[in-house]
Structure formats: C-alpha cells, structure tokens
C-alpha cells in the first residue's frame, strides 16, 4: 500500500492510515512494534508521538521502500517475518493492521505479539470484517484467515483477558454509497480506476468515502475493519 500522492485518492489507503492515527493515543514516549509495516507510512505516523519505532516486513523491496522514505533518529526498519519473529518483553505497544488475515495461524500469530510486548503494555490488530464468505477459490488469494465479528473475538478471548473489539466504519450514512455499493461491479470498477481519475475523486468526494470513525455500536454489522485494543497479560 503507497501513500497517496497530491490530488489522488485511495479509499483503502485512507481507511488504513485513520487507523494508524488511531492508535497514536497509545504510543506517547512508548516503544513501538508495526508487525507487517509494508511501505511504512505507518511507522511515521506513529513515530511522531512515539520514543522509537520498529517496523518489520517480510518483503525486502517494501523495507527498502521505507528506509528510503521515510527516516528519523526514532524510527527504524527491518526485513523480518511475522510468524517467525523472535522478541521478547521489548515493547510497550505493538499494532498489526491488515495483517493478521494473511497468515496460516492467527493463535501463533498472536502468541507471538504477546510474547513480544512487555506486561500490561498494549497490542492494536484490525483485520477486515468479513460479513459474507466468498466462494471457494473466488476471494482474495493471499488472505488465508478472514474473519467475521464473531470468530474474531473468539480468536482474541482466547489469548486475553483485557480487550475491546471496536469497528472501522465510515463517518456519516450517505444515501449514495449505500446504493452504488450494492451492484456487484463496485468494487472491480473502484480497483480499475487509478487514484488520479477525475471520476474517482469526485464520486469519493459526493460518497464520502474516505471519511471514518470508530464504531462502538452495530459493530458486526456496519464496520468495514474490525478494530482491537488488548492488554497483555502474562504469567509472573
């Protein structure tokens, strides 16, 4: 995921960075883990509030992307992969957004955020909300564990006793959106058009669809993303 540039729109990218402006509020003078930090926007968005920054990736070109990119006296990159990365108790806070429905075992996955962030420190996931399972062979080839509501948080009561599954919805109704995005073209249509189309901005712009809030309500039904925030707990 690029950054947009001026005069562009993403409406992925959009929703994905509210997220890491989300999870600012817990990074203040903290040690920050971005589990899957990809080109790594992210990271900079948390290191603005953040002690130091880490982010991993499994995928060279996208850590070479970052250093290029992005720099910073508390910021720092590295290739690793997320379901073999190895650390403990050397976090106060680790995020994982559009991550975690990529990998084979989301337990393993988890345990391993646990392991590397420090007692009562905190771990941010979001993961797209997957209201209807798409046929076999019919979805996104490379997410290997989607997740609705209910398995999410089966998922995450299973490793906390201390988290809150919120949403990533959007900010207002909009009569529009909720017509458009029933015909089942909307989404090729959206991933056709570049992010310099006139077309594109502008339908954004009249859908409001790169404006998003935190849903706290109606959760499995309205959120895009769902949105966790756990405290770890480990044995002493």
Known sequence: MIPTAEGEVSLVFSRHQFAYRFAQQFVDGKDVLDIGCGAGYGCKILAERARHVLGIDHDGDAIAYCRNHYGGANLEFRKADATTFDSEDEFDVAVSFQVIEHVRDPGAFVQRMKRAVKHGG?????????????????????????????????????????????????????????????????????????????????????????????????????????????????MK
Request: charged letters at 25%.
């Open 122 to 234: 905190v771990i941010v996931i979001t993961t797209p909300n997957v209201k209807i399972f798409p046929r076999h062979g019919a979805g996104n080839p490379f997410h290997l564990s989607e997740m609705n509501h209910e398995q999410f948080t089966a998922l995450l009561s299973r490793h906390f006793g201390d988290y809150q599954i919120l949403g990533i919805g959007y900010l207002t109704r909009n009569w529009l959106r909720s017509l458009v995005q029933r015909f089942p073209l909307y989404r090729k249509i959206g991933l056709l058009l570049k992010r310099s189309s006139r077309i594109k901005k502008v339908a954004a712009r009249a859908m409001e669809a790169t404006k998003f809030a935190v849903l706290e309500e109606k959760i499995a039904e309205n959120a895009i993303d769902l949105l966790a925030v756990c405290r770890n707990e480990k």
